[in-house]
């Protein structure tokens, strides 16, 4: 039987024996962006290198999603769920967007596509595999940019999907009940951040589809005879940035709304007008009391015109907290990997990521990977140092891999049996399917 350190260095070999193809799998999907649930091309190309791999999967999960399965040689034991994100952003000012959707991989999950298959192929070294206790899931999961709120909420009505995330739908399918332990890299281009980067917390957030609705008159001859619903949103947006300062420092409070649609044509009085918003916070209490003053905003700007506000409060993602306990393991093979010296800390980020919501019910950890350059979510984002962001990343995964399912997959299981969740994952779909609310509130 091969020693864990064999292992290890058999799995380092076959990643950077495979390292060029994993980068030009990175390559091809920056190049076809694609964003949420609408990820055809992109899940084509991953069931295509698994089916290269030889590994046994399911394609079609929550529209896009693929789910393939490496099973260990030493016996059943606890499965591992390694992940990436199959979606982008819509960015259309970056060089690599998309000509006709603007769609663009400005937050890097090309390279975390890449990650995932990296870690898979590592995995199949000679005898590694076979060595180790239980299996190893390979999760492309789409839709964790949440995007295009309004279509997805279609989606949602028509019954094609239950939440408009990925990993949120994975968990009320079902697709999770087999997991124990999860973890995925994101890609990062904070410098002081080291190679490779430890994680601690994320908000987590809720989502809202407002529709305010007015009556059509001439602009010009008979304004009077109309009720301007882009003048009730733009009062509702400065209802919520008056509320700004009721918001605390620590809860790391954030509200951002956009206006996706104001107005039909300059000529008429606006009468169906479209806003789209998250609410943020660190906590499930600061989100309910943000979201709570952001529903008076609303109802008090379709108060002052007449206007009808529709509001459509949508399940998003809950605060993110990384296991300490599997977190440890993988700072250890990061070590090994680039260097002490070259593992960084990262402190809150008041970004959201749908692995909270995993990580309420499994052991979960979600790094960071430096290699990019540019602004996260911006037009200049981009994979510089290929070899770090993908390799490096794939690398850390695989030997934390390794440490959790060798020797019986002692590892796995202790983590396993430390770890405390916030909620079981039926309680989890409650609460997230509570969250949905529809209210028309007419003055």
Request: glycine share 12%; net charge negative.
């Amino acid at each position: 039987m091969p020693s864990r350190d064999d292992l290890k260095r058999s799995v380092l070999d076959e990643i950077d024996r495979r390292g060029e193809e994993l980068i030009r799998v990175a390559k091809t999907i920056r190049d076809h962006p694609e964003p949420g649930f609408r990820e055809i091309k992109t899940a084509a190309v991953v069931d295509k290198v698994l089916g290269n791999m030889g590994v046994a999967r399911r394609g079609g999960i929550a529209i896009t999603g693929i789910k393939g399965y490496l099973e260990g040689g030493a016996g059943p034991g606890p499965t591992i769920g390694v992940m990436g994100e199959l979606d982008s952003l819509l960015v259309p000012g970056h060089p690599y967007a998309d000509a006709s959707t603007g769609a663009a991989h400005a937050c890097g999950h090309h390279a975390q596509i890449a990650m995932m298959l990296g870690v898979g192929m590592g995995m199949q070294a000679t005898g590694v595999m076979d060595a180790l206790t239980g299996r190893v899931a390979l999760i492309a999961v789409p839709a964790e940019e949440y995007i295009e709120v309004e279509y997805r909420n279609s989606l949602r009505q028509q019954g094609k999907l239950g939440f408009l995330a990925g990993k949120a739908e994975f968990l009320r399918l079902g697709e999770f009940d087999d997991v124990d332990l999860a973890m995925m890299t994101h890609t990062s281009s904070n410098t002081d951040e080291g190679k490779l980067t430890i994680s601690s917390t994320n908000n987590g957030m809720i989502a809202k589809f407002i529709q305010f609705q007015g009556k059509a008159a001439h602009a010009g001859n008979a304004p009077h005879l109309g009720i301007n619903a882009l003048n009730a949103a733009t009062l509702a947006l400065s209802n919520i940035h008056a509320q700004r300062e009721t918001f605390q420092d620590k809860d790391t409070v954030r509200v951002h709304p956009i206006i996706t649609m104001g107005g039909a044509s300059v000529n008429s009085v606006p009468a169906d007008v479209r806003m789209e918003t998250f609410v943020r916070g660190n906590n499930l209490e600061a989100i309910a009391d943000a979201d709570a003053k952001v529903d008076r905003s609303l109802r008090a700007g379709a108060m002052a015109v007449g206007a009808t506000v529709n509001i459509t409060t949508l399940p998003g993602y809950m605060p993110m907290n990384n296991d300490d306990n599997m977190m440890s393991v993988y700072r250890g093979n990061a070590a090994y990997v680039v260097g002490k010296e070259n593992v960084g800390n990262a402190g809150h980020r008041n970004g959201s990521t749908d692995m909270g919501d995993l990580g309420h019910v499994i052991p979960t950890i979600h790094p960071y990977s430096g290699g990019a350059i540019g602004t996260g979510h911006g037009d200049d984002y981009l994979i510089q140092d290929w070899d770090n962001a993908v390799l490096n990343a794939a690398k850390a995964m695989a030997l934390t891999v390794v440490d959790l399912l060798a020797d019986g997959a002692i590892g796995a299981k202790e983590i396993k049996s430390k770890h405390r969740p916030r909620m079981s994952i039926n309680e989890y779909v409650t609460v997230q399917t509570d969250n949905l609310r529809v209210e028309t509130y007419t003055p």
